[in-house]
């Protein structure tokens, strides 16, 4: 369903992206590996349209969004929960979720996904008067992935969806990241540095290193790959893993 | 006519100084002021009061420089406790009270202004001559120019760029932000202070509307178009918006509609100012 | 009496952070259209509508010009382009209008009340009703509709606030075009009071509304209003008690202490 090929950024001055090519299939989870500044974040907003491409192009459901502003891409079916959560301090957790359905116009529909929402994120509907900022961190990342489902998309871009966060919840945000793949068969593309969180969710994996795609390939494999067991699993991987 | 350029120069000149006072808080240290026409007018009366008190001009010319400064620790203890455009409103508000100061009080002549300000003399030499006097000028600018060089790539320089591009990150390193940050204000009123002077010492009569907050902006705006930071960029700066609205002599009452449209088309276009390296973005990143 | 111009710099500050040095502009471009069409058309209804129409027209343009393209820069760097826009404007205007004061065409009769020992002029009550109709709009508009949610959005977080798919440039317009409304209609009233327009009518009531804005806590919308008030009223009672001359020195004084006593402002919650 998303189709990334030979995509070029640039941040200023720095070519952040040198000819990245991926795709997501519908009802798959993929991650996007790799260290600090590989251009793993950048990949995601050229996607969603905050970066603009120099060249290659994105394609989705077989339309060309390369060039289309970041509203079109939230309507076509793509939403974004970037990295740190950016969820609105000083607004209540109530109208950070309608602020995510900000493109849809039918508030029925609306209100009954703010109850699903509820339901997916439990603390969510405790505190739905508070301000989003009075939040703890792990609260905030689920009223994030929240917001970004209530546009009602069909591929979900996550980034690092729990960096910073207690390996506890991180666990507690990824069984409901499985659970949305599973049961509701959302596409997910998810940005991780933590290879062995990631190589265990999902499916299948892209490495990325200073803009370029290294390595791709089924979960299973990239695990197995010398490669990765050096880079970002650690020399004794698999004492710890196995 | 070459009296007339002459004339043009010497203002250009003076206006150099106060643009180039001015970067070295808004451009070195990152302190914002919207109120730098107050010091170049404290500066003017004093110097002017103080000469029709029958001091020499040498000595009220150095104390016109002093006691703006003196003025600038005053405004300076209270101001300092805000930061960036907050620092900008308080020094527009501080701006703006101190034309109406002048503009109420006795001693300065009320909205008249002040009047028969001797020319100046140094030892016993008059400048009247308005080459003479463009000369003088100069070569105080120019020993401004040097020492505002010297200063940035000292410790001090250093210590102000910290405070510009991170305050808190100054502080850890032991710089003590205050302190500097007041020097800074004293050393960029002082200068501002002596234009004043040697501004009153040449047009012999001055009023409170001089001072006010369109020239406060106007050397704001010449910093920011020579390029903040940039010291041949004051000058630039400076140059530029006093020859242009000479250049629009014809034109008269409607030269701010292109002196507004500059402003803005250059702010759009170029950012960082004529003579400007870094972009402004560099120099103070928001939020930060 | 500041407090609708307050509000307009509160609207644009609050939102896209920046200082519309030519809010002022805005409402003298308001009192002009008002002004010129009343005399050319005659119906009142009519004109002060064209006049908030050209007052919006106004300050789309000014951010489309002089704001849009400098979006996340510097503050310093928008600021003096507002000046530079400021100038522009209010010169423009003498050049399309001319240097002379302008009477309002229609003299409003105004009866005078009593209330409590305090005279009050029917025209002052309607400028006091229309400030107190349009505050409560504005409220109404920021904090409870999709727009005001979406202008909330753009002002803690841009780029988030695009990642919901709000279209973040017709935010800022929407923002200008409120703000721009409500210095129109500031300016009109103004012009209707003092019966003149001029100019540089705008400067001083400008640069007086962006001190009552910054007082009430910049941002805040109830903080412009109570700003606006304390403003009007510490200038009068300086002015009665002190001394007139320095009447306009008081609301910079007080904009001073403010700043450098409670930066937030008296109803302030950010910063």
């Known amino acids: 369903m998303l189709v990334v090929s030979n995509l070029h950024c640039y941040y200023g001055?720095?070519?952040?992206?040198?000819?990245?090519?991926?795709?997501?299939?519908?009802?798959?989870?993929?991650?996007?590996?790799?260290?600090?500044?590989?251009?793993?974040?950048?990949?995601?907003?050229?996607?969603?349209?905050?970066?603009?491409?120099?060249?290659?192009?994105?394609?989705?459901?077989?339309?060309?969004?390369?060039?289309?502003?970041?509203?079109?891409?939230?309507?076509a079916g793509i939403s974004h929960v970037p990295e740190g959560r950016r969820i609105f301090p000083r607004l209540t957790v109530e109208d950070n979720l309608l602020l995510g359905a900000f493109t849809r116009r039918d508030s029925s529909e609306i209100k009954k996904d703010m109850g699903k929402m509820k339901e997916l994120f439990p603390v969510l509907a405790n505190r739905s008067k508070q301000y989003a900022g009075t939040l703890s961190g792990?609260?905030?990342?689920?009223?994030?992935?929240?917001?970004?489902?209530?546009?009602?998309?069909?591929?979900?871009?996550?980034?690092?969806?729990?960096?910073?966060?207690?390996?506890?919840?991180?666990?507690?945000?990824?069984?409901?990241?499985?659970?949305?793949?599973?049961?509701?068969?959302?596409?997910?593309?998810?940005?991780?540095?933590?290879?062995?969180?990631?190589?265990?969710?999902?499916?299948?994996?892209?490495?990325?290193?200073?803009g370029r795609i290294m390595l791709e390939g089924n979960c299973r494999e990239l695990k197995q790959s010398n490669e990765i067991k050096r880079a970002y699993l650690g020399k004794d991987y698999r004492e710890v893993w196995e | 006519m070459t009296a007339y350029i002459l004339h043009v120069c010497i203002i250009m000149v003076l206006f150099s100084m106060l643009s180039l006072s001015l970067n070295i808080a808004v451009g070195m240290t990152g302190l914002v002021s919207l109120g730098h026409a107050a010091f170049f007018g404290i500066g003017a009366y004093a110097s002017g009061l103080m000469m029709l008190c029958g001091l020499p001009f040498e000595v009220s010319l150095v104390l016109s420089g002093i006691v703006t400064s003196v003025f600038g620790i005053i405004l300076a203890v209270p101001s300092l406790r805000v930061k960036d455009d907050y620092l900008a409103i308080v020094t527009l508000g501080f701006g703006i009270i101190a034309v109406i100061i002048l503009m109420?009080?006795?001693?300065?002549?009320?909205?008249?202004?002040?009047?028969?300000?001797?020319?100046?003399?140094?030892?016993?030499?008059?400048?009247?001559?308005?080459?003479?006097?463009?000369?003088?000028?100069?070569?105080?600018?120019?020993?401004?120019?040097?020492?505002?060089?010297?200063?940035?790539?000292?410790?001090?320089?250093?210590?102000?760029?910290?405070?510009?591009?991170?305050?808190?990150?100054?502080?850890?390193?032991?710089?003590?932000?205050?302190?500097?940050?007041?020097l800074c204000i004293?050393?960029?009123?002082?200068?501002?202070?002596?234009?004043?002077?040697?501004?009153?010492?040449?047009?012999?009569?001055?009023?409170?509307?001089?001072?006010?907050?369109?020239?406060?902006?106007?050397?704001?705006?010449?910093?920011?178009?020579?390029?903040?930071?940039?010291?041949?960029?004051?000058?630039?700066?400076?140059?530029?918006?006093?020859?242009?609205?000479?250049l629009l002599r014809g034109f008269e009452a409607h030269q701010g509609i292109f002196y507004?449209?500059?402003?803005?088309?250059?702010?759009?276009?170029?950012?960082?100012?004529?003579m400007g390296k870094m972009k402004v973005t560099d120099i103070f990143a928001r939020g930060s | 009496?500041?407090?609708?111009?307050?509000?307009?710099?509160?609207?644009?500050?609050?939102?896209?952070?920046?200082?519309?040095?030519?809010?002022?502009?805005?409402?003298?471009?308001?009192?002009?259209?008002?002004?010129?069409?009343?005399?050319?058309?005659?119906?009142?209804?009519?004109?002060?509508l064209l006049g908030i129409g050209l007052s919006c027209v106004v300050g789309v343009l000014l951010e489309r010009v002089a704001f849009k393209p400098l979006r996340g820069l510097n503050p310093l760097i928008s600021l003096i382009s507002a000046i530079g826009a400021s100038i522009f404007l209010s010169s423009s205007a003498r050049f399309i209008f001319g240097p002379d004061e302008r009477p309002f065409p229609v003299h409003f009769e105004s009866h005078i009340y009593n209330f409590l020992g305090?005279?009050?002029?029917?025209?002052?009550?309607?400028?006091?009703?229309?400030?107190?109709?349009?505050?409560?709009?504005?409220?109404?508009?920021?904090?409870?509709?999709?727009?005001?949610?979406?202008?909330?959005?753009?002002?803690?977080?841009?780029?988030?606030?695009?990642?919901?798919?709000?279209?973040?440039?017709?935010?800022?317009?929407?923002?200008?075009?409120?703000?721009?409304?409500?210095?129109?209609?500031?300016?009109?009233?103004?012009?209707?009071?003092?019966?003149?327009?001029?100019?540089?009518?705008?400067?001083?009531?400008?640069?007086?509304?962006?001190?009552?804005?910054?007082?009430?806590?910049?941002?805040?919308?109830?903080?412009?209003?109570?700003?606006?008030?304390?403003l009007g009223v510490a200038e009068n009672l300086g002015a009665a008690y002190i001394s007139s001359g320095f009447k306009d020195a008081f609301a910079f004084l007080a904009l001073v202490l403010v700043l450098v006593i409670r930066p937030k402002g008296i109803m302030g919650a950010k910063r």
């Open chain 1, 13 to 75: 001055r720095i070519h952040a992206l040198k000819g990245i090519s991926l795709h997501v299939k519908s009802g798959e989870i993929v991650v996007l590996i790799g260290g600090n500044g590989a251009g793993k974040s950048t990949a995601l907003k050229a996607i969603s349209g905050i970066v603009q491409a120099a060249s290659g192009t994105v394609t989705f459901n077989n339309n060309d969004i390369t060039h289309v502003s970041p509203d079109k891409i939230v309507m």
């Open chain 1, 138 to 210: 792990g609260e905030q990342q689920m009223l994030a992935i929240a917001r970004g489902l209530m546009s009602r998309p069909s591929l979900l871009l996550l980034d690092e969806p729990t960096m910073g966060l207690a390996p506890v919840i991180a666990q507690d945000i990824y069984r409901q990241v499985i659970y949305l793949n599973k049961e509701q068969g959302l596409a997910i593309l998810i940005v991780e540095q933590n290879a062995r969180i990631a190589l265990g969710l999902a499916e299948r994996g892209y490495i990325i290193e200073t």
């Open chain 2, 104 to 182: 109420n009080m006795d001693i300065t002549g009320g909205p008249d202004g002040l009047t028969g300000i001797p020319p100046a003399s140094v030892f016993g030499v008059a400048l009247t001559s308005k080459p003479v006097y463009f000369a003088f000028c100069s070569s105080i600018l120019a020993i401004m120019v040097l020492t505002t060089s010297r200063l940035k790539a000292s410790k001090v320089g250093r210590a102000w760029a910290a405070i510009r591009d991170n305050d808190t990150v100054a502080m850890f390193m032991g710089i003590n932000i205050y302190y500097y940050k007041v």
């Open chain 2, 186 to 246: 004293v050393i960029s009123s002082f200068w501002a202070g002596i234009a004043g002077s040697l501004y009153a010492h040449y047009t012999g009569y001055i009023n409170p509307m001089t001072f006010g907050m369109q020239t406060s902006i106007m050397i704001l705006a010449m910093v920011v178009l020579g390029g903040i930071g940039s010291i041949p960029g004051s000058i630039i700066g400076a140059s530029v918006l006093v020859l242009l609205p000479e």
């Open chain 2, 260 to 274: 507004g449209a500059l402003l803005v088309t250059m702010m759009v276009l170029r950012p960082q100012g004529i």
């Open chain 3, 1 to 48: 009496m500041y407090t609708l111009v307050a509000l307009g710099y509160t609207m644009v500050y609050g939102i896209l952070g920046i200082i519309n040095f030519a809010q002022g502009e805005i409402y003298m471009y308001g009192a002009y259209g008002a002004v010129i069409s009343l005399s050319l058309t005659g119906d009142l209804a009519l004109s002060v």
């Open chain 3, 118 to 230: 305090i005279d009050v002029s029917m025209l002052q009550i309607i400028i006091m009703g229309v400030s107190l109709i349009l505050m409560i709009l504005l409220y109404i508009i920021v904090n409870h509709t999709k727009n005001g949610r979406a202008m909330k959005a753009v002002a803690m977080d841009a780029d988030a606030a695009m990642l919901m798919g709000i279209d973040v440039d017709k935010t800022y317009m929407f923002t200008f075009l409120i703000g721009s409304a409500l210095s129109g209609v500031a300016g009109i009233l103004m012009a209707v009071y003092y019966n003149t327009t001029y100019p540089t009518m705008g400067t001083l009531p400008g640069l007086k509304a962006f001190s009552a804005a910054v007082l009430g806590g910049i941002g805040s919308i109830p903080g412009a209003v109570v700003g606006g008030l304390t």
